[in-house]
């Protein structure tokens, strides 16, 4: 999973608020999926999310020059 999210994320701008990215990871998921899944994928699927967005942002960050 955390590949596809990784390829999800990787065409979102690393600006972009994280609950806007997760609303973009979500919105990718079949229709109905969100809804079954346990509340612990849940919260995996939006930790992972927000692992990778913040890997993206200091990624751009140290590329771009920043602290």
């Given at each position: 999973m955390e590949s596809i999210l990784?390829?999800?994320l990787g065409r979102?701008?690393?600006a972009t608020p994280i609950d806007d990215?997760?609303?973009i990871c979500k919105s990718r998921l079949k229709k109905g999926a969100w809804?079954?899944?346990?509340?612990?994928?849940?919260?995996t699927f939006v930790r992972l999310i927000k692992k990778i967005?913040?890997?993206?942002y200091d990624l751009?960050?140290?590329v771009m020059g920043g602290m």
């Open positions: 990784q390829n999800i979102v701008h690393v990215a997760i609303a809804e079954n899944m346990t509340k612990k994928d849940q919260s967005h913040k890997k993206n751009y960050t140290y």
